[in-house]
């Protein structure tokens, strides 16, 4: 794999390179009218100075081994550093799929030994949502975040309630590969230094995500590593927006946006915590449609279909036989 080194504020970093073009993801004041304009019209922009998670600054491996408590907390493992996100409650309907990463519950300070050991054999990856499990330090840390900016932003761009902080511990070369997600993200990074590659909504045709019935429901089938543009041949027209997001950044990640996130290598585990907000309502239904409306559309019939047929090995021959050579 071809890799590139690129400079942000005099650090440098390798990166993978792949064949699509990038553009920058401005990085702006969070108080610059500029940036507020983008979260309303659900660009990316990441925000500097809002000291959104200022109060977990000082969050390394060993304050939250100190801090966390002895509750279990959820690890992903990996052979070959991608965690590709699977739902768990699609394996019924899915006998011959195989999770391409195992997870386990372990306490944060197991979870830490296992990092220092940096076995190579196996990527870890702790993803966890902040509980009631936590010690008290890191309660009064949560206590601490910027909530009177976050609520604002909510109220200001009418997002729903924020459903959950996903603590995100990663080895240095973890990565997420490409998908979407149906939630606002305001994504803060604490520590170490992450890669992300956007791909506007109306990139769907280029990505090709999994049926929706498939527990990589929102994942790209793409690999970005070794393209197989017989079966995705758009992906050649897919453009990217890239950012690397470091300590104190904020990265608004618009709903519906795809995203590939790499850990990078040289600067330490990374540790980020997500805020995720529920879409907010459609009011009123404004021709044009915009790209997310559409996908929402497509979701819910893929959804109508596969329930009408009740048999998802039916699903391909009957869109096929739905669209070809009349809407191709
Ligand atoms: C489980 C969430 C992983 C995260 C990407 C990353 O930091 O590796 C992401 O996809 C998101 O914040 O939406
Ligand atoms: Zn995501």
């Given amino acids: 794999m071809a890799t590139q080194s690129i400079k942000v504020d005099s650090k440098e970093f390798e990166v993978k390179q792949y064949d699509f073009p990038t553009q920058q993801i401005p990085r702006l004041n969070y108080q610059d009218p500029k940036a507020e304009k983008l979260i309303e019209n659900g660009q990316p922009v990441i925000l500097t100075g809002s000291d959104l998670v200022g109060s977990a600054y000082?969050?390394?491996?060993?304050?939250?081994?100190?801090?966390?408590?002895?509750?279990?907390?959820?690890?992903?493992s990996s052979p070959d550093g991608k965690f590709k996100y699977y739902d768990e409650k699609k394996l019924p309907q899915n006998k011959s799929f195989k999770p391409p990463t195992s997870n386990s519950e372990m306490s944060f300070q197991d979870f830490a030994s296992k990092?220092?050991?940096?076995?190579?054999?196996?990527?870890?990856?702790?993803?966890?949502?902040?509980?009631?499990?936590?010690?008290?330090?890191?309660?009064?840390?949560?206590?601490?975040?910027?909530?009177g900016w976050a609520n604002e932003t909510q109220k200001r761009n009418r997002w729903g309630p924020l459903t959950s902080n996903l603590l995100l511990v990663g080895m240095e070369g973890v990565i997420t590969p490409a998908h979407y997600d149906e939630q606002e993200n305001l994504f803060a990074q604490i520590q170490g230094y992450k890669r992300f590659l956007l791909f506007d909504p109306n990139q769907?045709?280029?990505?090709?995500?999994?049926?929706?019935?498939?527990?990589?429901?929102?994942?790209?089938?793409?690999?970005?590593d070794a393209?197989?543009?017989?079966?995705?041949?758009?992906?050649?027209?897919?453009?990217?927006?890239?950012?690397?997001?470091?300590?104190?950044?904020?990265?608004?990640?618009?709903?519906?946006?795809?995203?590939?996130?790499?850990?990078?290598?040289?600067?330490?585990?990374?540790?980020?915590?997500?805020?995720?907000?529920?879409?907010?309502?459609?009011?009123?239904?404004?021709?044009?449609?915009?790209?997310?409306?559409?996908?929402?559309?497509?979701?819910?019939?893929?959804?109508?279909?596969?329930?009408?047929?009740?048999?998802?090995?039916?699903?391909?021959?009957?869109?096929?036989?739905?669209?070809?050579?009349?809407?191709?």
Avoid at 122 to 138: A, H, M
Wanted: aromatic share 14%; glycine share 6%.
């Fill in 58 to 76: 000082h969050w390394d491996l060993g304050y939250l081994c100190s801090n966390l408590g002895s509750g279990k907390y959820t690890v992903y």
């Fill in 115 to 147: 990092l220092r050991k940096r076995d190579s054999k196996e990527f870890i990856y702790l993803q966890q949502s902040l509980n009631d499990t936590v010690g008290k330090r890191i309660v009064m840390d949560f206590t601490n975040f910027n909530w």
């Fill in 204 to 224: 769907f045709d280029c990505l090709y995500p999994y049926p929706i019935y498939h527990p990589h429901d929102r994942q790209s089938q793409v690999d970005f």
């Fill in 227 to 328: 393209p197989d543009l017989k079966r995705f041949p758009n992906f050649a027209n897919a453009k990217a927006h890239e950012a690397i997001v470091g300590p104190k950044d904020v990265l608004y990640l618009p709903m519906y946006w795809w995203h590939q996130v790499e850990s990078l290598h040289g600067h330490g585990e990374t540790i980020s915590i997500t805020f995720w907000y529920k879409a907010a309502p459609t009011v009123k239904v404004v021709y044009p449609l915009n790209d997310g409306q559409k996908i929402a559309i497509m979701r819910n019939i893929e959804k109508m279909i596969a329930e009408a047929l009740n048999d998802n090995d039916s699903m391909p021959q009957f869109m096929k036989t739905m669209v070809l050579g009349r809407y191709t």
